[in-house]
């Protein structure tokens, strides 16, 4: 069973950055074939994706963090991360880490960090 666990949320004045980390239970070989995201939920909103990264570490953004976030992974330490900076009130979200294994089609969760940007 592959299990990710996020950290790194908290709360952030609006300009402010974070770093979110998720950890992957997954051997090294397994890891490294999956496509990485993160998704935000706001409080009556859909999930939507913020960061994608393949395996051959391609990123897209949607145009609202464009600029401002950046995906990441280290193959090495079955890791992602989410660098987040120029907060805004509106990136105030519960942030899920996933993973998608293309061969099976099979998705999986974290159980979400909370950010919140706010003075």
């Known amino acids: 069973q592959v299990q990710l666990v996020e950290s790194g949320g908290g709360l952030v004045q609006p300009g402010g950055s974070l770093r979110l980390s998720c950890a992957v239970s997954a051997s090294e070989n397994i890891f490294s074939t999956y496509q990485m995201a993160w998704y935000r939920q706001a409080p009556g909103k859909q999930r939507e994706v913020v960061a994608r990264i393949t395996p051959a570490r391609t990123t897209t953004y949607p145009d609202s963090v464009k600029g401002r976030f950046t995906i990441s992974r280290d193959n090495f330490k079955n890791t992602v991360a989410l660098q987040m900076n120029s907060l805004k009130p509106e990136d105030t979200a519960a942030y899920y880490c996933?993973?998608?294994?293309?061969?099976?089609?099979?998705?999986?969760w974290g159980q979400g960090t909370q950010v919140t940007v706010s003075s």
């Open positions: 996933n993973a998608f294994e293309v061969a099976t089609s099979r998705m999986y």
